[in-house]
């Protein structure tokens, strides 16, 4: 079975500056992976995802990720975050289940604050 | 507009009284999960439900209960049997399970008394 680990519960940096947010995976094998943001009090949003191809996902609003198959990485990162970017951040990885269906296994989250 | 809604948004009960959390998506998704969220623990799967009149377990699912009748609803039962019930409940729905995104409605929060 698939498992995430995300290592730091929590993250503050500066405005302007940059940041990483770590997530390690169990398995190489065809491994589908996601980023989520959840704002406080709401439902996570899909910030970006690595199904296949250039190993460099970006999402709309700054952040890029890549797959590092032989690290069994996939960090998200952002050159210059916004106090708006403050919220808690979720890497997920999909996994079959022995009956054949899919579930998202999510990591214990990060939570980003950035300060003035 | 499409989207996931969750009922109640905030819930009060007693201990020993089975709870049911309402989870209804009008984006004709065939999969849906329900998550359970605890501080420092990220989201827990309870059940999850591909196809209608099926659905299966996840990592924590001893106290819990559903029923998948319709596509369109998942309805979550929070029993008496589960021990600690106070938490964040988050239930989410896609169109492609395994590599599709995740659609999730804006949570409930049930505190038990």
């Known amino acids: 079975a698939q498992s995430v680990t995300q290592l730091d519960s929590q993250v503050p940096v500066f405005e302007e500056a940059p940041v990483e947010l770590r997530c390690n995976y169990s398995s190489s094998v065809s491994v589908y992976l996601f980023w989520y943001v959840q704002y406080p009090n709401q439902g996570l949003q899909l910030l970006l995802k690595y199904l296949s191809g250039s190993t460099l996902v970006e999402s709309i609003n700054g952040f890029e990720a890549e797959f590092n198959k032989s690290q069994t990485s996939f960090h998200l990162r952002k050159p210059s975050v916004h106090i708006s970017d403050t919220a808690e951040y979720f890497c997920a990885v999909s996994d079959q289940s022995t009956s054949g269906t899919y579930k998202y296994i999510f990591g214990t989250g990060t939570r980003l604050k950035v300060l003035a | ?113």
């Not at chain 2, 004709?28 to 605890?38: E, K, L, P, T, V």
């Not at chain 2, 299966?56 to 319709?70: M, T």
């Not at chain 2, 039962?77 to 729905?93: E, M």
Request: hydrophobic share 30%.
């Open chain 2, 1 to 113: 507009d499409g989207g996931i809604t969750q009922s109640p948004k905030y819930l009060f009960r007693k201990e020993g009284q089975n709870v049911t959390l309402s989870c209804e998506q009008n984006l004709n998704h065939d999969a849906m999960y329900w998550y359970r969220q605890d501080p420092g623990q990220g989201l827990r799967l309870i059940y999850y439900s591909q196809i209608v009149n099926d659905f299966q377990k996840g990592d924590i699912a001893e106290g819990y209960s559903v029923s998948r009748e319709k596509k369109e609803s998942f309805p979550l039962t929070v029993t008496s049997a589960q021990k600690n019930p106070t938490a964040f409940y988050l239930c989410a729905s896609t169109k492609k399970p395994r590599t599709g995104e995740l659609f999730f409605g804006e949570g409930s929060r049930l505190t038990v008394l």
